[in-house]
């Protein structure tokens, strides 16, 4: 994001970054061309959604806290070491969020990293580490409301390969690979088998389906990332709708047969699945689980569901001159 010097949020406001332990303009938070997480990957990052609640003039970060213990834990396997805690790491997130002044929907992207200027070095605990934090406008990432999608040809890694679950970066190569070969044959997802057929989750999303009156999702042995949002929406349904939430194996062509199918995760919410393989799924259209889901977790995001506003983080942007 070094480049983007055009980037503002309202007028002439640009953004600004956390780096090396300072906040500073977006356009000077740069690293060297040596930087080791730049060759192999060695970071962990995070996905953090600011939505914007236009009527009350507030920001709500979405269980912003939760999601910092999963960075602290990807710190910890691949030798990470940041001098922040979660805490700490709320604060500073915060305080960016305020000095850019954003007025709308918002990515938050975390990221720890083998700062290290050094290649041909692949001993983790010789290499010096940071930490980075940028936030910038954002909306719709899939582009779309409903989603056909297709089951990948590439496999989901195994944690005895990568770890699956944490979010490190080398990881999301694999992603890659499934949306890229799933948006040029033109479909708008890809569903990822793991080894041993089972579904393990889309490119950047977990996967779940309504079945037999159940909601089912993969369980974390079959690879998939133990995602915040899929946790909420868990709660949500069993709280709220009285669905019972199951986590097991699925075949694949379960979620031919399944009645409904979604997406779940920071950057995607909550969208519907109503095709997979030019196979409709139950009436093509998304069904009555997957729009009352949709509906509650919306108003919980935006802070209108006193209920769980203990799920976010408020915040006031107010901008500071350039």
């Not at 969020?97 to 918002?106: L, T, Y």
Request: aromatic fraction near 8%.
């Amino acid at each position: 994001m070094g480049t983007n010097k055009a980037t503002s949020v309202n007028g002439n406001q640009k953004l600004h970054a956390f780096f090396q332990g300072a906040v500073v303009p977006m356009d000077e938070a740069k690293v060297s061309v040596t930087t080791h997480a730049l060759h192999y990957g060695t970071a962990v990052f995070e996905g953090i959604r600011g939505n914007w609640n236009e009527e009350q003039g507030k920001m709500f970060i979405f269980r912003m806290r939760e999601h910092y213990e999963r960075l602290i834990r990807g710190c910890k396997i691949l030798l990470l070491d940041i001098p922040y805690t979660a805490e700490q790491l709320c604060d500073i997130t915060v305080e960016l969020v305020v000095r850019n002044g954003h007025n709308s929907d918002i990515y938050i992207r975390p990221l720890a990293y083998k700062s290290a200027e050094v290649v041909a070095n692949l001993k983790l605990q010789e290499l010096a580490s940071d930490f980075t934090l940028i936030t910038v406008p954002f909306g719709n990432y899939l582009g779309t409301d409903i989603l056909k999608c297709c089951t990948s040809s590439w496999r989901r890694v195994d944690d005895n390969m990568i770890p699956t679950q944490i979010k490190s970066a080398g990881i999301y190569v694999n992603s890659m690979l499934a949306k890229t070969e799933a948006t040029l044959a033109g479909f708008d997802e890809a569903i990822i088998l793991g080894q041993d057929g089972h579904v393990s989750e889309g490119s950047g999303e977990n996967v779940f389906m309504v079945a037999g009156g159940k909601l089912v999702t993969p369980r974390s042995e079959d690879n998939a990332l133990p995602g915040i949002t899929r946790e909420s929406i868990m709660q949500l349904a069993a709280a709220e709708l009285g669905i019972e939430v199951v986590e097991r194996s699925i075949d694949r062509s379960e979620l031919y047969l399944a009645d409904e199918m979604f997406l779940s995760g920071t950057a995607a919410h909550l969208t519907p699945v109503v095709e997979l393989d030019r196979r409709p799924i139950g009436t093509g259209e998304p069904g009555p689980v997957s729009t009352a889901l949709q509906k509650l977790y919306f108003d919980v995001v935006v802070g209108r569901n006193p209920k769980y506003l203990h799920w976010c983080t408020t915040v006031v942007p107010q901008a500071v001159p350039a």
